[in-house]
């Protein structure tokens, strides 16, 4: 097997847009000033470890002069996810710390598969079955950057509407609850909640995952209704942070979150 059929198609990106920007005659940070991005991002996925926005895609084939190659190609990778997540899903996999709030669903990656099969099901009432198959594969797939035991660390933190919500029904519930439980239990997890008594909270209003990076920049990403926005500029993500320490403050230890958690799961049980 050749070096370039042992590439990863992401790395395969990478070294296409090296080949190119060289054939350009133009350096990472030459490359990054016209594209109006970090010399760093240029590295990343020059290197396969990152790909670029569809913005970023866009300007790279008009200062290259590639005829909208690059953006082809990344639609091409990014097909597993909606247009507004792609570029979560591919940080996601290099992120050394995952900080999750979740004010109305279990987060992506710790769902159960009827449980994001009923969360899609729900969003799509006249769904096709192959397609709905495809959905929550990819879903649970995800998940897989948790096998690692240590990387990356994962803070999870939910507002009690969510334990609340039957998504599924009380079975679906009972052993998506139990898992979330376990894998706290288990370590793999920092799992906090913050209970209805507190009111108002600084995330109540948007979901948010916090990602940092053993080389680059943190990047935070809120997302709504077929919409999903990535964020790394540095005061944009800080006023992220800032919120997510404001509303985990107001959390229950995890103590006392594993026993909410539990109880509930025994009602919903109870419930079956």
């Not at 990472?28 to 000033?33: G, N, T, V, Y």
């Not at 690692?148 to 998506?176: F, H, I, K, Y």
């Amino acid at each position: 097997m050749t070096v370039r059929k042992s590439l990863t198609s992401r790395q395969k990106y990478g070294q296409e847009l090296r080949l190119r920007r060289q054939e350009s005659d133009l350096t990472q940070e030459e490359l990054s000033e016209v594209v109006v991005c970090s010399p760093s991002l240029i590295s990343h996925i020059e290197a396969g470890r990152r790909l670029p926005s569809p913005e970023d895609a866009q300007r790279l084939d008009q200062v290259l002069k590639t005829n909208g190659w690059f953006s082809r190609w990344l639609e091409d990778l990014e097909a597993r996810y909606a247009d507004h997540f792609a570029v979560a899903a591919e940080l996601e996999g290099q992120a050394i710390e995952i900080r999750e709030h979740a004010a109305t669903l279990i987060p992506g990656l710790l769902q159960t598969e009827a449980y994001a099969r009923a969360v899609f099901t729900a969003f799509s009432p006249n769904y096709v079955a192959d397609e709905l198959d495809k959905r929550v594969i990819n879903r649970t797939e995800r998940s897989r950057i948790l096998d690692n035991p240590t990387s990356p660390v994962m803070w999870t933190l939910l507002d009690e509407a969510v334990l609340r919500r039957p998504v599924g029904g009380p079975a679906v519930m009972a052993a998506q609850l139990g898992r979330l439980a376990d894998m706290a239990d288990n370590g793999r997890l920092r799992l906090h909640v913050i209970p209805f008594a507190v009111g108002a909270h600084a995330l109540m209003e948007s979901m948010l995952s916090l990602m940092a990076f053993a080389d680059t920049a943190p990047v935070a990403y809120v997302e709504g209704v077929l919409t999903g926005t990535s964020m790394d500029d540095p005061a944009l993500v800080f006023k992220c942070r800032s919120a997510y320490d404001l509303a985990i403050s107001e959390a229950l230890s995890q103590a006392d979150s594993l026993a909410l958690i539990r109880a509930t799961a025994e009602e919903y049980r109870h419930d079956q």
